[in-house]
Nanobody, 125 residues
Framework: QVQLVESGGGSVQAGGSLRISCAVS????????MGWFRQAPGKERAFVAA????????YYADSVKGRFTISRDNAKNTMYLQMNSLKPEDSAVYYC??????????????????WGQGTQVTVSS
């Protein structure tokens, strides 16, 4: 069974940067299509970014495009989300998610079968 563990969350002022990580174990990481989602209090879990198994293809929500960068290191079994120019509305619990092989609807949380426990990101104005 695959395990996903997020780290690197914290508090930052608006305009600042954070990098969060997702360490994967228990299965071959390179077989997994990966994504980041976030959930603010009282809101649905929402798509942030996704990355193909090789890392060649990346996808972003419009709200983060140009500010966030998703990447992965298959040798280290780790995925990253570099977040720049953070805004208060980016505050949420960030979750990494994995789907074996492919995720045609990469923006749809229901496609992902494996989830981490989440890491809190708080952006103050």
């Amino acid at each position: 069974q695959v395990q996903l563990v997020e780290s690197g969350g914290g508090s930052v002022q608006a305009g600042g940067s954070l990098r969060i990580s997702c360490a994967v174990s228990g299965r071959t990481f390179s077989n997994y299509f990966m994504g980041w989602f976030r959930q603010a209090p009282g809101k649905e879990r929402a798509f942030v970014a996704a990355i193909s198994r090789s890392g060649d293809n990346t996808y972003y929500a419009d709200s983060v495009k140009g500010r966030f960068t998703i990447s992965r290191d298959n040798a280290k079994n780790t995925m990253y989300l570099q977040m720049n120019s953070l805004k208060p509305e980016d505050s949420a619990v960030y979750y990494c998610a994995g789907k074996l092989w492919e995720a045609p609807e990469y923006y749809n949380k229901d496609w992902y079968k494996s989830w981490g426990q989440g890491t809190q990101v708080t952006v103050s104005s």
